[in-house]
């Protein structure tokens, strides 16, 4: 699976971005999709997950509430709607694909990102103050 995401870009705080993340090569509504973002000088982190047929997502405390996941498994795409946009969220974000065999799975591992074999190119997102 290839993934490809866009949408980043330098925001104002409090301001919105969406992500997309377009995926190709595979069997996209198999895969449950993550979302992961990385500051400089700090390691990569959790911030949303959807599973395969959409009905289960997760977030991060640190965006749960200002931030969603979507996807649209009949244009292979995978969304993250940035809202309230502070500038702790500046960092590089990434998706990724993973292959859960069930929801027990999803459940216990939708945040680690060892769990994802799939992963994009990142896109910037900058937030000023």
């Known amino acids: 699976v290839q993934l490809q995401a866009s949408g980043g870009g330098l925001v104002q705080a409090g301001g919105s971005l969406r992500l997309s993340c377009a995926a190709s090569?595979?069997?996209?509504?198999?895969?449950?999709m993550g979302w992961f973002r990385q500051a400089p000088g700090k390691e990569r982190e959790f911030v949303a997950a959807?599973?395969?047929?959409?009905?289960?997502?997760n977030y991060a405390d640190s965006v749960k509430g200002r931030f969603t996941i979507s996807r649209d498994n009949a244009k292979n795409t995978v969304y993250l709607q940035l809202d309230s946009l502070k500038p702790e969220d500046t960092a590089v974000y990434y998706c990724?694909?993973?292959?859960?065999?069930?929801?027990?799975?999803?459940?216990?591992?939708?945040?680690?990102?060892?769990?994802?074999?799939?992963w994009g190119q990142g896109t910037q997102v900058t937030v000023s103050s």
């Open positions: 090569g595979g069997t996209f509504s198999s895969y449950a």
């Open positions: 959807i599973s395969r047929g959409g009905g289960s997502t």
């Open positions: 990724a694909a993973g292959h859960f065999r069930d929801r027990r799975s999803y459940s216990a591992g939708y945040y680690d990102t060892d769990k994802y074999g799939y």
